[in-house]
């Protein structure tokens, strides 16, 4: 670990090889989540040699999401067979299990290197070597990314050889350059080029100080094909026939991998537009729950619905508006939009407002078939995952101004999105109180109904509740009303 600058302004610099280098990363993402509370100003990169894998696919895009990918650099040769190991899931049976240890000791232990590898065959090597190049290759061959490895780059990597270098950020693309570089290597160039990262770096230091290029160029060929040849060059593999045009299709493929983070951004904007006519369906629904002669409000009238075209169609609409928001989270966590994307008004303000206006006709729904005899109660067990990340969302957002103070008229839209749920909750609590004899069970139920009607109560009074709420026929006005009666009637009982 070195430490640079002076003044205000310093930059911390971890390497290490081979398993030195995982040590390295976990050390560098340590000091990147404790940085970022207490100072802004120190930067810090992280710089591995031949560093074998540390991380699934969630680890990979969770280090993506904190923007944490560009403080790393990961340096592999293109004969090394350490960072492409642990692609492989299990070792052969016949090369046992302490052969995968000798190589992780090698690689720690260099002056005991070359003894270490001299103790392990030929034949044992070609083994080693054989099995990771074929999970390499058919993992490799599907259309999913390579969707089938346990562990997962990130970062940029860094493919060296004699003939240059070439960097790569796609996690699909750098394990593709993993396979196609490697499959210009033998048994035995797989082992020593481990110890040759020092050669490497000299090399492409001279390079980089005498500007020298090697690569000779048609002027009648394109920038961009100019630049295919050149990568293809560096990386090593331009006398591999068989590898000159998977590996420029690669980078292709690199180049038009998808639409940056802010032109997603703006296309789910117009996605959005498009699913408002949806959510103004359930508005006017509401609205017409509302104005109904029964007084039930829009969470009974829904729960209630039976086979209704109007409580099918808004019916239809809640698992429209699901799959939009279902599709954003799952954007969000797959790194195809930025980073701070919870953190845009328009966007936590839309969740918001989906939130209370659709989780209502959830808990309606969840209920209203019963659900709850079989998986318990909504809160623990049947609330959907988004409710709890767009909470999260508000709570963070940077606007935290207080917004209920002094309402002077009720909320169009009851600020507790789980509020019908609660109720239910303790009508069932109250169901209880009738047929409970345990006293201490009676103490806990007694406690649970007081909590939960100063909390709304407190919603009321706060006018943090919409008036459906307190329509007259409604499950909480229903609810007071079997409370008064179960307290008139414990008071007559004990009078008497």
């Known amino acids: 670990m070195a430490i640079i600058g002076t003044g205000n302004t310093k930059s911390i610099v971890v390497t290490g090889h081979s398993i030195g280098g995982a040590i390295a990363s976990l050390c560098t993402l340590w000091l990147l989540s404790y940085l970022q509370h207490i100072s802004s100003s120190v930067s810090v ?24 990918g560009t403080n790393f650099c990961h340096i592999v040769s293109k004969h090394d067979i350490m960072p492409r190991l642990l692609f492989a899931p299990t070792i052969p049976h016949s090369t046992k299990l302490n052969l995968l240890l000798q190589f992780w000791q090698m690689s720690m232990i260099c002056p005991s290197f070359g003894k270490l590898a001299v103790q392990v065959s030929d034949n044992e090597k070609a083994e080693l070597f054989n099995f990771v190049m074929s999970y390499l290759h058919a993992a490799t061959q599907d259309g999913e990314g390579c969707e089938s ?45 481990h110890l ?37 060059q560096s990386a090593g593999i331009a006398n591999q026939e068989s590898a000159i045009e998977p590996a420029k299709e690669c980078l292709k493929i690199a180049r038009r991998i998808g639409p940056s983070p802010t032109q997603n951004v703006a296309h789910l904007a117009v996605t959005l537009s498009k699913v408002v006519p949806y959510r103004a369906e359930i508005e006017w629904y509401k609205a017409w729950c509302d104005d109904q002669s029964d007084q039930m409000g829009y969470y009974d009238m829904f729960k209630r619905r039976g086979s209704s075209k109007r409580g099918m169609k808004v019916n239809m609409n809640r698992h429209i508006l699901a799959r939009f928001w279902d599709k954003v989270i799952n954007m969000l966590e797959t790194n195809e939009l930025p ?28 209920y209203g078939k019963q659900m709850h005899k079989t998986k318990g109660h909504y809160i623990k067990h049947g609330r959907d995952r988004r409710y709890a990340i767009f909470d999260r969302w508000w ?76 329509a007259q026929n409604s499950s909480y006005s229903m609810w007071l009303e079997d409370l008064r009666e179960m307290r008139e009637l414990n008071a007559k009982v004990e009078i008497v």
Not at 220 to 230: I, K, N, R, T, V
Not at 442 to 455: D, M, S
Request: hydrophobic share 40%.
């Open 45 to 68: 990169l992280c710089i591995t040699f031949g560093s074998p894998l540390l991380g699934n696919k969630s680890f990979s895009n969770a280090i993506l999401k904190e923007k944490w």
């Open 149 to 193: 490895f346990l562990f997962h780059p990130f970062g940029s990597y860094l493919f060296v050889s004699e003939d240059g270098a070439l960097c790569v950020d796609s996690p699909v693309i750098v394990i593709r350059m993993m396979h196609l570089t490697f499959a210009t290597s033998s048994p035995a160039s797989s082992i020593e080029d």
């Open 196 to 232: 040759k990262y020092g050669e490497y770096v000299d090399k492409l230091s001279l390079e980089f100080l005498v500007q020298r290029n090697s690569m000779q160029v048609n002027i009648s060929e394109s920038s961009y094909e100019a630049g295919l040849e050149f990568a293809v």
């Open 339 to 366: 980073g701070d994307f919870e953190m845009i008004p328009k966007w936590y303000n839309a969740s918001q407002f989906y939130k209370l206006l659709v989780e209502p006709l959830d808990i309606a729904e969840y």
């Open 395 to 470: 709570k963070d957002r940077v606007d935290t101004r207080e917004e209920n103070n002094g309402r002077s008229k009720f909320a169009s839209l009851t600020q507790d999105s789980c509020f019908w749920a609660r109720v239910e909750e303790a009508r069932e609590w109250l169901n209880n109180v009738r047929s409970e004899c345990d006293t201490s069970k009676l103490v806990v139920l007694w406690g649970n109904i007081e909590n939960f009607e100063n909390y709304a109560m407190k919603l009321v009074e706060n006018k943090e509740v919409s008036q459906d709420v307190l």
